[in-house]
């Protein structure tokens, strides 16, 4: 039976192929995406759904657009796509906007509250489906932003993210959840500081295919 596995987070899952202006900017293609990658990597027994959004942040609402909050959306998403066999979370990257003024900890805390909700996603609307495990990942750390706008956006962000990997591991051992920290394996190499280069792209989507083929979905 296939495997299902639901990739949702921010620009960074979307596929954001970053240019040192900022904006506007076009999607990589599926097959240069880390989903895409992931995908490929585990084969025909596996089908990879893609739920990501640019600027989605864990659960609040942004002031420059009502549709970024991702504990708002993701019981849908959860409904829509079951049956799922596992939920990759990687959000966290856009709550270190300068304008929340959160603290690394209250950014794990707000992940975990989007973990409790695929747990008690088991169900859906009306079926009999299991709730999905989840592998979640702690985005890598900024880099130079050469855009004056990102760099006061994401003022003091590189610091906070740096940060978050270690509550982010301690929460995915309290709550016993896999985990992957993606700056152990890449740095954020896109032109904008930000989002991923296809190299990038690349080296996550194959550290998460070893990870879900050898110990979370074998």
Known sequence: MTKRIMCFGDSLTWGWNPIESGI???????????????????????????????????NLDDPTDPR??????????????????????????????????RSPFEIAAAVSTLIGQIAYSAGGVGT?????KVLLIAPPPLAAMPTPWFSELFRGGREKIIELAKHYRNLARFLQIAFLDAGEIMSTDG???????????????????????????P
Do not use: C
């Open 24 to 58: 506007p900017i076009e999607r990589y293609s599926k097959e240069k995406r880390w989903t895409g990658i992931l995908a490929s990597e585990l084969g025909p027994e596996f089908e990879v759904l893609e739920e990501g959004l640019s600027g989605r942040t864990t």
């Open 68 to 101: 970024l909050n991702g504990a708002n959306y993701l019981p849908s998403a959860l409904a829509s796509h079951l049956p799922l066999d596992l939920v990759v979370l990687m959000l966290g990257t856009n709550d270190t906007k300068s304008y929340f003024h």
């Open 128 to 132: 009999v489906y299991p709730a999905p």
């Open 191 to 217: 032109m904008d500081g930000i989002h991923f280069s296809e190299g990038n792209n690349l080296a996550l989507g194959q550290a998460v295919a070893r990870l879900v083929g050898s110990e979370i979905l």
